[in-house]
């Protein structure tokens, strides 16, 4: 019986005692293989020259080149799935949302800054991320947004379904994970400033990191997008993002439908989980709703999807050849919950025709 090929991973920190730190938390996996350690952007870009390792761990902050530069390095040279290693402050937020624009697969945060004692505490994290962007597709994680536009309508055409809602929608829900904040800043921002459903978004990411996401959002958006807090109201043409670290929910209101936020413990190891939200939509609006399910690993959202659908939701899965992860939208999909699978340069053009 043949062995399985182990994850060949290059540990990038400024700091000796991180790389040792990271380096005995990955090779405590015997998936996993530490192929070399790098104290720099110079000494990284010689190490992916010599070692070609399938994963990176970047250190965000380091003199000289900070792990932005060396992250457009990287993928300029030779494009490799890379885990960014960011510290949890406002800045550090800033700068992880460029990286994963710029081409990261996903990121974990230092528990307690630039030297973390208690690194152990993401441990599983980690090792999770690191299995996970071994098999990330990294033409779609770096992909150019002007390379795809062109084939949007062609793709459409081609996976359009004749199933009909059986009323107009009244919500849109979104669920993503690992690749899902270039996805969703491909699907909201191409979205007509009078779009006339609600958007609400659960996309897994730590507290804090939710904050930059959305106000970045809501730069590039026609429509505005903001991270949801307890009692906001839902309006149309109006996109909200849970935040990290809890579960979003909605109640109905004589006014309005509003947000609600729960702490309760994680659902499938994630909170917020797209699983929570969309159960709790089942019960106050029903199957009057679309479901998108993005780029992600894991399963977070078929229970969910399963649900609404029963119920009449309309369910669009982003497809396999624009997925960093096909982890999510894969698992609705062979669960036969899926009215179309598109690439995600056709998603905005769905939604604009179905919501009106």
């Given at each position: 019986?043949?062995?399985?090929?182990?994850?060949?991973?290059?540990?990038?920190?400024?700091?000796?005692?991180?790389?040792?730190?990271?380096?005995?938390?990955l090779?405590?996996?015997?998936?996993?293989?530490?192929?070399?350690?790098?104290?720099?952007?110079?000494?990284?870009?010689?190490?992916?020259?010599?070692?070609?390792?399938?994963?990176i761990?970047?250190?965000?902050?380091?003199?000289?080149?900070?792990?932005?530069?060396?992250?457009?390095?990287?993928m300029?040279?030779?494009?490799?799935p890379?885990?960014?290693?960011s510290?949890?402050?406002?800045?550090?937020?800033?700068?992880?949302?460029?990286?994963?624009?710029?081409?990261?697969?996903?990121?974990?945060t230092?528990?307690?800054?630039?030297?973390?004692?208690?690194?152990?505490?993401?441990?599983?994290?980690?090792?999770?991320?690191?299995?996970?962007?071994?098999?990330?597709?990294?033409?779609?994680a770096?992909?150019?947004?002007?390379?795809?536009?062109?084939?949007?309508?062609?793709?459409?055409?081609?996976?359009?379904?004749k199933?009909?809602?059986?009323?107009?929608?009244?919500?849109?829900?979104?669920?993503?994970?690992?690749?899902?904040?270039?996805?969703?800043?491909?699907?909201?921002?191409?979205?007509?400033?009078?779009?006339?459903?609600?958007?609400?978004?659960?996309?897994?990411?730590?507290?804090?990191?939710?904050?930059?996401?959305?106000?970045?959002?809501?730069?590039?958006?026609?429509?505005?997008?903001?991270?949801?807090?307890?009692?906001?109201?839902i309006?149309k043409?109006?996109?909200?993002?849970?935040?990290?670290?809890?579960?979003?929910?909605?109640?109905?209101?004589?006014?309005?439908?509003?947000?609600?936020?729960?702490?309760t413990p994680?659902?499938?190891?994630?909170?917020?989980?797209?699983?929570?939200?969309?159960?709790?939509?089942?019960?106050?609006?029903?199957?009057?709703?679309?479901?998108?399910?993005?780029?992600?690993?894991?399963?977070?959202?078929?229970?969910?999807?399963?649900?609404?659908?029963?119920?009449?939701?309309?369910?669009?899965?982003?497809?396999?050849?624009?997925?960093?992860?096909?982890?999510?939208?894969?698992?609705?999909?062979?669960?036969?919950?899926?009215?179309?699978?598109?690439?995600?340069?056709?998603?905005?053009?769905?939604?604009?025709?179905?919501?009106?």
């Amino acid at each position: 019986m043949s062995i399985p090929r182990r994850i060949r991973v290059l540990v990038v920190d400024d700091s000796a005692f991180m790389r040792k730190v990271i380096g005995d938390i990955l090779s405590a996996d015997q998936g996993i293989e530490i192929v070399g350690k790098a104290r720099n952007g110079d000494e990284a870009m010689a190490k992916l020259k010599d070692l070609s390792p399938d994963v990176i761990t970047l250190d965000m902050e380091m003199p000289g080149k900070n792990g932005l530069e060396v992250l457009r390095g990287i993928m300029k040279e030779k494009p490799t799935p890379v885990i960014m290693v960011s510290s949890l402050t406002k800045d550090g937020a800033n700068v992880t949302m460029q990286a994963l624009s710029a081409g990261a697969v996903d990121f974990v945060t230092k528990p307690s800054g630039t030297i973390s004692l208690d690194m152990e505490k993401v441990g599983d994290e980690l090792r999770q991320k690191i299995m996970a962007a071994s098999k990330a597709s990294m033409k779609n994680a770096y992909g150019s947004g002007d390379d795809r536009s062109h084939k949007g309508h062609a793709s459409l055409a081609q996976t359009s379904q004749k199933r009909e809602m059986q009323k107009r929608p009244e919500l849109v829900l979104i669920a993503s994970s690992t690749g899902g904040p270039n996805a969703l800043q491909e699907v909201i921002p191409g979205l007509s400033s009078d779009f006339p459903l609600p958007i609400l978004i659960v996309q897994h990411m730590p507290s804090g990191f939710t904050t930059s996401f959305a106000n970045r959002m809501n730069e590039l958006s026609m429509i505005s997008v903001a991270e949801a807090c307890d009692g906001m109201q839902i309006k149309k043409g109006m996109a909200i993002i849970a935040p990290g670290g809890y579960h979003l929910t909605v109640e109905r209101t004589p006014v309005s439908l509003v947000c609600r936020l729960k702490e309760t413990p994680p659902v499938r190891s994630v909170r917020p989980s797209a699983d929570v939200l969309f159960s709790s939509v089942s019960e106050v609006v029903g199957g009057s709703v679309v479901v998108v399910v993005l780029t992600g690993m894991g399963k977070d959202g078929l229970d969910g999807t399963r649900l609404l659908r029963s119920m009449g939701a309309y369910v669009i899965a982003e497809s396999k050849e624009t997925c960093v992860i096909y982890g999510m939208p894969g698992a609705v999909s062979e669960a036969g919950l899926v009215d179309e699978s598109l690439p995600v340069y056709s998603i905005t053009e769905a939604l604009e025709r179905i919501a009106r």
